[in-house]
């Protein structure tokens, strides 16, 4: 994980641009009465005395063991809440269930197909014993592995509660990859257990997942059982054939009466779930996530960023695949005792209404979503949410790639607009399971800067001999200190976990370029390494992209470089444009003015495409090697994971 930290002409041309300043988006001010935390002194506490500050989060879980260390760092390695035991799904179920949200909504969930179900706390805890009994009784142990590979139901979030409910370690394969993907992960993780769904649903169609796991695990003698969850049975299908004594049926090895299950209590370090990073660069890399630390981030940043109240309705549009589904989906908000809403589906499928018609239904408050999703309403225009009361949508946070001013503009006006509500950016990664840079809802929004630091956060922006860069200018973003909710290690590769302490000695190296103004906010600008070079200057991809996004005619963008035999690449461009736009030659040409003008004559495409759609993994991610092969009429490989 080497980080050549060089800012391309473009990267330095985004950061004059943002130099130049975007207009501020004012905090609301009856938003900023209702936070919950005094940013100000939360930051002082944990620069003055972490440990302190750490521990007065910790407090807010129930421990069955108090812990005798708040935190040991001996880099690359660090320790949190040592010597404590604790449960995750006590802090998620049972603490609500032996209290007045018992009977409270804690899961509110939509199929594609139109199907709801509802879960209380008190039928959630009931299901969650009855399958974790289940795997006891398979011979699941505190420390096997279960791997999920489960689109975003019920049945998922109970599997994976089940598995922390007797100290099992999942880990969750988005439902959609491949099957060597999925043999990869459940040969690494060495899986006794793989609990699957019979099909998925994408954009109306019935995806067939368990053919993936029976070619997966053909081979594979250490997985013991594979359990089905026959979605098929719920509306009267054909019922699903078992070709194998290690099949089962999810509800048919389920025993009713089994409603109770101790739960273990682990160490502090013990491993809550892995979760495997996309592997396009190499062999997936399985991150590990601690139960103690990673309960005391999630459940701290629940309340503090995404401002979760007690009466809510929370809706994160991610799914269990992703680390978003991990933290905002299951652990964090059920670890306050929130209302969680989930749709398994695209936010735009059926039509581009769906989302705004379920906000009005049910009343949501807090949404938590991508760039890319927010990139795609806009290409509708403004009219589908305008037609919905969104008035209790108050908070709107996105993350997972860079939010573009004018995406972030256009959702603060249509989205939350009829609330007076503020749309919020933040950054974080698979391996730091919660926000480390965002903007809280007391600060005023910079479109194109992600925002401050959270309490107990540590960044810098520093040079590769990790000396600080002055403010507003490049360098690569990096934390001085780890943080209770980041990756412990790699599953069974710690020479690859060390690699992230390496870079920059002391510091875990994000691998992002990043600038800080003189207000303390952070802008994150791409990728260290995710750059082209066209005739010797290096360009970063990103930067194109969102130069592209600021023309008023495109919704959405990609950039792939090309070989070329004179400049060494040559870029491409892939456009969508927004509703009502003619795409035409002229359109063409007024890309690539626009390119030239913002950033150069080097940086503009050589070719522009304008295409209806973009490849997208179901989490909005753009797969831009599927375009970088089209392109040059090469095999683009497993295209499994994406949307349509």
Known sequence: MTHRMEISVTQQANIEALLKGESAIPARGWLARECSINYEAERTLSQEDPDAFWAEKARALDWAQPWSTVMEFKAPYHSWFIGGKLNATVN???????????????????????EERSYTYNRLYREMNRFANTLKRLGVETGDRV??????TPEAIITMLACARIGAIHSVVYAGMGTQSLKARIEDAHAKVVVCSDYGYRRGKEISLKPAVEEAVRDLSFVNHVIIHRRGSRVGDAPVKFDSEREHDWYDVQQPREIHCEPVMVDASHPLFILYTSGTTGKPKGVVHATGGYMVGVNYLARAFFQIQERDIYWSTSDIGWVVGHSYIVYGPLSIGATVMAREGAPDYPSPDVTWELCERFGVNVMFT????????????????????????????????PLNPEAHRWAQKFLVGQSNGMVVDNWWQTEIAGPVLGTLTTFEARPGKVGKPMPGVEAAVVDLAGNAIPDNQGGLLVLRKPLPYMLTTVWNDPARYEAYWEDIPGCYCAGDVAIRDDDGYFAVLGRADDVLNVAGHRIGTADVESCLLRH???????????PDPIK?????????????VEAGPGLIASLRDHVREDLGGIATPSDIEIRASLPKTRS?????????????????????????
Not at 568 to 580: C, L, M, P, R, T
Not at 629 to 644: F, H, K, M, N, V
């Open 620 to 644: 909005g991610k753009i797969v831009r090697r599927a375009l970088k092969a089209e392109a040059l009429g090469q095999d683009p490989g497993d295209l499994s994971t994406l949307a349509d």
């Open 370 to 401: 991508s760039p890319t999703a927010v990139r795609m309403w806009m290409s509708h225009g403004g009219e589908a949410p305008s037609k919905f009361d969104l008035s209790k949508l108050r908070l709107m946070a996105c993350a997972g790639e």
């Open 147 to 152: 791997i999920l590979y489960m689109p975003l």
């Open 92 to 114: 998620c179920i049972d603490r609500h269930v032996h209290s007045d949200r018992r009977n409270k909504a804690a899961l509110l969930w939509v199929g594609e197909d139109g």
């Open 568 to 580: 060494g690449e040559s870029i491409k461009a892939f456009v969508v444009v927004k509703a009502g």
């Open 552 to 562: 008023p005619a495109v919704a959405e963008s990609a950039v792939v470089g090309l």
